[in-house]
Nanobody, 127 residues
Framework: QVQLVESGGGSVQTGGSLRLSCVAT????????MTWFRQAPEKEREGVASFRTDGRINYADSVQGRFTISKDSAKNTLYLQMDSLKPEDTAMYYCATRKVRVWSTSPPLAPTLYEYWGQGTQVTVSS
């Protein structure tokens, strides 16, 4: 099993920045993808950015150019640098992992493909 703990959320104004962290513990050698998701009230959970073990990255169109995903393998920590934040970025942000490779060019952003999840960290962007 893999345990995930997110941190770094908070409240910022439009145009501000936040950096989220997700620390993974447990059976981390089996992880193939680490991905950030978010879920706003009354909306479905959506993929934000995904990191594959070989460094391949995929972003949702809505955050491309504003968010940057990175990973420190030595610390088993995934990061999400969020810049130029907008009110529509307000959501609970989750980190998740998947063990098995998906046969697609880009890392997947579909929540149903992920096995282990953290508890989330809240991001609120005010106008």
């Amino acid at each position: 099993q893999v345990q995930l703990v997110e941190s770094g959320g908070g409240s910022v104004q439009t145009g501000g920045s936040l950096r989220l962290s997700c620390v993974a513990t447990g059976d981390t050698d089996t992880v193939y993808y680490m991905t950030w998701f978010r879920q706003a009230p009354e909306k479905e959970r959506e993929g934000v950015a995904s990191f594959r073990t070989d460094g391949r990255i995929n972003y949702a169109d809505s955050v491309q150019g504003r968010f940057t995903i990175s990973k420190d393998s030595a610390k088993n920590t995934l990061y999400l640098q969020m810049d130029s934040l907008k009110p529509e970025d307000t959501a609970m942000y989750y980190c998740a992992t998947r063990k098995v490779r998906v046969w697609s060019t880009s890392p997947p952003l579909a929540p149903t493909l992920y096995e282990y999840w953290g508890q989330g960290t809240q991001v609120t962007v005010s106008s």
